[in-house]
T-cell receptor
């Protein structure tokens, strides 16, 4: 079993829709959870960073962590074509980051 | 831009060539990383340098040789690569390295490598 599971997609939604991206994990030592966004031909850029369980909101983006279920989510409200990218979840205990495979998202105008 | 630059952006090399990838960070960070990104696979951590000292080598074949002359620069020397080494090679930096609270990592744009 992979430490981090992420549906690779692709996922296509119409502009303005709410997008839900998810990852599950098996290592209960993970405490730090991140979402990276990667545009084509670019490196990943940090989008959201949360510690332990709970929600964190930043503009149209909400990150949610449920440690009891070992499940994290990223919600994008009022999705825009500029949100089209690959979204990578990443998590860590005290050391190196473990990444998901990434979900490729396309927002259709 | 994230403050992490990588050159070259694209590289095509034969299996007998020797080439080097360069990474530079302008963020004042202490830790630098090399990752390999292949299609439909998670990012694979290759090497970690913390205060110029290598702290992790993730079972990487010896045909990949890292070098960190100072905390702002990181190189990946390549020789006798195989076609399966074709991938996007990403450099990242963070304020502190492993061993403490993990800091977020900032990535460069990557070098797209094709081995023929």
């Amino acid at each position: 079993q992979k430490e981090v599971e992420q549906d690779p997609g692709p996922l296509s939604v119409p502009e303005g829709a709410i997008v839900s991206l998810n990852c599950t994990y098996s290592n209960s030592a993970f405490q730090y959870f991140m979402w990276y966004r990667q545009y084509s031909r670019k490196g990943p850029e940090l989008l959201m960073y949360t510690y332990s369980s709970g929600n964190k909101e930043d503009g149209r983006f909400t990150a949610q962590v449920d440690k009891s279920s070992k499940y994290i989510s990223l919600f994008i409200r009022d999705s825009q074509p500029s949100d089209s990218a690959t979204y990578l979840c990443a998590m860590s205990g005290n050391e190196k980051l473990t990444f998901g495979t990434g979900t490729r998202l396309t927002i259709i105008p | 831009e994230t403050g992490v630059t990588q050159t070259p952006r694209h590289l095509v090399m034969g299996m007998t060539n020797k080439k080097s990838l360069k990474c530079e960070q302008h963020l004042g960070h202490n830790a630098m990383y090399w990752y390999k990104q292949s299609a439909k696979k998670p990012l694979e951590l290759m090497f970690v340098y913390n205060f110029k000292e290598q702290t992790e080598n993730n079972s990487v074949p010896s045909r990949f040789s890292p070098e960190c002359p100072n905390s702002s620069h990181l190189f990946l020397h390549l020789h006798t690569l195989q076609p399966e080494d074709s991938a996007l090679y990403l450099c990242a930096s963070s304020p502190r390295g492993v061993g403490g609270t993990p800091e977020t990592q900032y990535f460069g744009p990557g070098t797209r490598l094709l081995v023929l």
